[in-house]
């Protein structure tokens, strides 16, 4: 079988794509209307989504200030320090492992109390002890290295704050599974009502499809086109919506800074950027979803 010039290939696309434009301006008010309900949709997904986005970012930025200190016996020698920190280093999951010495220790806590605080007029020696403060790649890793740090010689106590962990784990989990679940309802959601109007403005032009069946052209001739203008749809919708939530975030995020300066909320360009691919993909794919479901239903009549 003969194929087709790449001049005649190249036509073809050429032809597909201004009518699928063109069909998107000639349409007017009904490209309008489609574009409309794409922006609404996608801006209640999108806003979703970055919901989502700010409550992983707060989380896992909370992930990372978990640590296990480890407090070490009085009196060891340097050799018996530096065994334990290798030991600790050892450990699966151990990022870091920092020292932190008696006289360290009371030099935070004059901080923490604040107000130039000098203890030596009440002790009469430093009672606070050495530590390691250990930090790991992810807080399930936790229980695991404190269990084992207790078993060192050297080692007189261990503190990671075991039911903070716990709580703040079942919360990553609750998150990001009500995040995923709800992002893929919103979806499914945008997917059927996005569809829905492309079909009003295929029907709408289904005089214009049955002629072009009688002349003989092809599923394919007559589908691309539509296919095209979905896509256009799509994109314009995702494009608005875009803009829009990434307005409202910066809006808020400016009154959170003021309000809650201690939440670790994500910046204004991390979300735009984890936005800009998602909208832009759900949104042309559903136009293309939509218009292929829209026209297959017509050429089968």
């Not at 009371?106 to 050495?130: E, H």
Request: net charge positive; hydrophobic share 55%.
């Amino acid at each position: 079988m003969r194929t087709p010039p790449r001049s005649a290939a190249a036509g073809s696309v050429r032809y597909v794509l201004a009518e699928g434009f063109e069909g998107f301006r000639r349409n007017g008010l009904m490209s309008l209307a489609a574009v409309t309900i794409t922006t609404v949709t996608l801006v209640v997904l999108g806003a979703a989504l970055v919901v989502a986005s700010a409550l992983d970012h707060i989380v896992h930025q909370l992930e990372g200030q978990l640590q296990v200190v480890v407090y070490l016996r009085d009196g060891l020698a340097p050799s018996a320090v530096n065994a334990a920190r290798g030991r600790l280093q050892a450990l699966p999951g151990v990022t870091g492992v920092a020292y932190v010495s008696k006289q360290d220790a009371l030099a935070q806590l004059r901080r923490s109390v604040g107000g130039g605080a000098d203890f030596r007029d009440v002790l009469a020696q430093n009672p606070l002890p050495a530590s390691f403060v250990v930090t790991t790649d992810r807080p399930g890793r936790l229980a695991a290295i404190a269990a084992a740090a207790e078993r060192f010689p050297q080692v007189e106590s261990v503190n990671y704050s075991a039911a903070t962990v716990g709580r703040l784990l079942a919360l990553t989990r609750a998150v990001r599974t009500l995040g995923a679940g709800a992002g893929g309802a919103l979806a499914l959601l945008a997917l059927v009502i996005i569809g829905s109007t492309i079909r009003l403005t295929v029907f709408a032009r289904r005089t214009e499809i049955e002629v072009m069946r009688l002349v003989g052209a092809t599923a394919g001739f007559i589908r691309w086109p539509f296919v095209v203008e979905g896509a256009v749809t799509g994109a314009c919708g995702a494009a608005v919506a875009f803009a829009s939530v990434v307005a409202l975030y910066a809006g808020v995020m400016h009154g959170a800074r003021a309000s809650l300066p201690f939440v670790p909320l994500p910046s204004v360009e991390q979300v735009a950027l984890a936005l800009a691919w998602k909208l832009s993909l759900w949104g042309v794919v559903i136009g293309v979803v939509g218009s292929l479901l829209a026209v297959r239903r017509h050429l089968r009549a």
